[in-house]
């Protein structure tokens, strides 16, 4: 938040102003220092944690890549190789339309070079995951400086749910494409950051919150400044014409413009209800005593993250961040009325406010600093053991 002066002093002004680019190539260097060493640290918990818990003798231990080949790693795997109605009779799945292809799309293309559908997996979210980082060193530098920058990037990669940029899911390559498209917003180069929001909806439906948060800052920004960044305002239409361009594909190949709602329902169970019922399923699930422990876990993680992205969309409004507020916001709607809560400790990856102001707190209070690396880093560490093992964890 800037500052105004008025005849009664300084007061804080309703809107941020961007500051100068913060940090230069030592924040860049910084952050992607940050991400390679928690990369390394991530390859060796999964090789010590297969050794030490691992349920088999040495001789049929699995390689490093069976150790990532778990859960959405291969439908994603599927749909590159087969595309979305190409079932063997071995896979019969026909949930993975719930699944968008920017992920499928470069996985096809990266296994040209490297022949492991696993290990092509990983490259691109080793790769996304450090433009990611990237990026949201410098989201967090224009708003508190460099040091802010490279907090932000540490807790993020410090998450509890951080195996998740690890494996071959979407989380890092969204993250790619939606962190340049948030700091092109603020820069207010609409052009840029419609493009890279079209990229980041092409890989989850996420991308559609994505759209709406720059649509609003787009707003707000015209407001306090209307000439300036008019121009290119027409790109922010490009996210949801990348979603519309999905769901057409999926018409024309099922007859069906609900498909990828259809999907959801029949691969995973999730359909719209009332908030109030969907708690009430996912609390029983919870605390069901015959529910399996690991799956309990979860569901309790999943009130949890719920809970925390009710608390940081309030913060976020309270603090007139209206575009991120929408972001965060709107995804929780969506969380919060679906049948059950599912797999939002793994979005709060999403949420680069919630980074950004975490490094902001943590400056101001240290304490907040060794709280969350005391909390968070085991459970990260116990999360990458959990999942490497085929383990529920989100």
């Given at each position: 938040?800037g500052?105004?002066e008025?005849?009664?002093g300084?007061?804080r002004?309703?809107?941020r102003s961007?500051?100068?680019a913060?940090?230069?190539?030592?924040l860049?260097?910084d952050?992607?220092?940050?991400w390679?060493?928690?990369?390394?640290?991530?390859?060796?918990?999964?090789v010590a944690?297969?050794w030490?818990v691992?349920?088999?003798?040495?001789g049929?231990?699995?390689?490093f890549?069976?150790l990532?080949n778990?859960w959405?790693v291969g439908?994603?795997d599927k749909?590159?190789?087969?595309?979305?109605?190409?079932?063997p009779?071995?896979?019969?799945d026909?949930g993975?339309?719930?699944?968008?292809?920017?992920?499928?799309?470069?996985l096809?293309?990266?296994?040209v070079v490297?022949?492991s559908?696993?290990?092509a997996g990983?490259?691109?979210?080793?790769?996304a995951?450090?433009?990611?980082?990237?990026?949201?060193?410098?989201?967090?530098?224009?708003?508190?400086?460099p040091?802010?920058?490279?907090?932000?990037?540490l807790?993020l990669?410090?998450?509890?749910?951080?195996?998740?940029l690890f494996?071959?899911?979407?989380e890092s390559l969204?993250?790619?494409?939606a962190?340049p498209?948030?700091l092109?917003?603020r820069h207010?180069r609409?052009r840029?950051?419609?493009?890279?929001?079209?990229g980041?909806?092409?890989?989850r439906i996420?991308g559609?919150?994505l759209?709406?948060?720059?649509?609003?800052?787009?707003l707000a920004t015209r407001?306090?400044?209307?000439?300036?960044?008019?121009a290119?305002a027409?790109?922010?239409?490009?996210?949801w014409?990348?979603?519309g361009?999905?769901?057409?594909?999926?018409?024309?190949?099922t007859?069906?413009?609900?498909a990828w709602q259809h999907?959801?329902a029949l691969?995973w169970g999730r359909s719209?209800t009332?908030?109030?019922?969907s708690?009430?399923?996912t609390?029983?699930?919870?605390?069901?005593p015959n529910?399996g422990?690991?799956?309990?876990?979860s569901?309790?993680?999943?009130?949890l993250?719920?809970?925390l992205?009710v608390?940081l969309?309030?913060?976020l409004?309270?603090?007139?961040r209206?575009?991120?507020a929408?972001?965060?916001?709107?995804?929780?709607?969506?969380?919060?009325t679906s049948?059950f809560?599912?797999?939002v400790?793994?979005?709060?990856l999403?949420?680069?406010?919630?980074w950004?102001?975490?490094?902001?707190a943590?400056l101001r209070?240290?304490?907040v600093?060794v709280?969350y690396?005391a909390?968070?880093a085991p459970?990260?560490?116990?999360?990458?053991i959990?999942?490497?093992q085929?383990?529920w964890?989100?």
């Amino acid at each position: 938040m800037g500052l105004t002066e008025t005849g009664a002093g300084v007061r804080r002004s309703t809107r941020r102003s961007p500051r100068p680019a913060a940090g230069g190539p030592r924040l860049t260097r910084d952050a992607l220092t940050v991400w390679i060493a928690s990369r390394a640290s991530v390859a060796v918990l999964a090789v010590a944690g297969a050794w030490t818990v691992g349920d088999v003798s040495a001789g049929r231990m699995p390689s490093f890549s069976a150790l990532w080949n778990r859960w959405d790693v291969g439908l994603f795997d599927k749909i590159a190789r087969w595309g979305y109605f190409g079932y063997p009779r071995h896979y019969p799945d026909q949930g993975v339309a719930a699944f968008f292809p920017g992920e499928p799309l470069l996985l096809r293309a990266v296994h040209v070079v490297i022949p492991s559908w696993i290990l092509a997996g990983l490259a691109i979210s080793a790769v996304a995951g450090a433009v990611a980082a990237v990026a949201l060193a410098r989201i967090a530098a224009i708003e508190g400086g460099p040091e802010q920058g490279r907090r932000s990037v540490l807790y993020l990669v410090a998450s509890p749910f951080a195996v998740f940029l690890f494996a071959g899911y979407s989380e890092s390559l969204f993250l790619a494409f939606a962190l340049p498209a948030w700091l092109a917003g603020r820069h207010a180069r609409w052009r840029s950051a419609g493009l890279l929001a079209a990229g980041a909806s092409l890989v989850r439906i996420t991308g559609v919150f994505l759209a709406l948060a720059l649509a609003i800052e787009y707003l707000a920004t015209r407001r306090s400044r209307p000439r300036p960044v008019d121009a290119g305002a027409g790109w922010l239409l490009a996210p949801w014409l990348a979603v519309g361009g999905y769901f057409g594909y999926l018409r024309a190949r099922t007859g069906d413009w609900l498909a990828w709602q259809h999907a959801q329902a029949l691969g995973w169970g999730r359909s719209f209800t009332s908030p109030w019922q969907s708690f009430l399923t996912t609390w029983h699930a919870a605390w069901n005593p015959n529910q399996g422990a690991a799956y309990a876990w979860s569901f309790r993680t999943e009130l949890l993250a719920v809970a925390l992205g009710v608390v940081l969309s309030l913060v976020l409004l309270y603090r007139r961040r209206w575009g991120e507020a929408g972001y965060v916001g709107a995804q929780v709607a969506a969380f919060a009325t679906s049948s059950f809560y599912l797999s939002v400790g793994r979005a709060t990856l999403l949420w680069w406010p919630l980074w950004v102001m975490l490094a902001g707190a943590a400056l101001r209070r240290p304490a907040v600093h060794v709280t969350y690396l005391a909390l968070a880093a085991p459970l990260g560490a116990v999360l990458v053991i959990a999942f490497t093992q085929g383990h529920w964890v989100g």
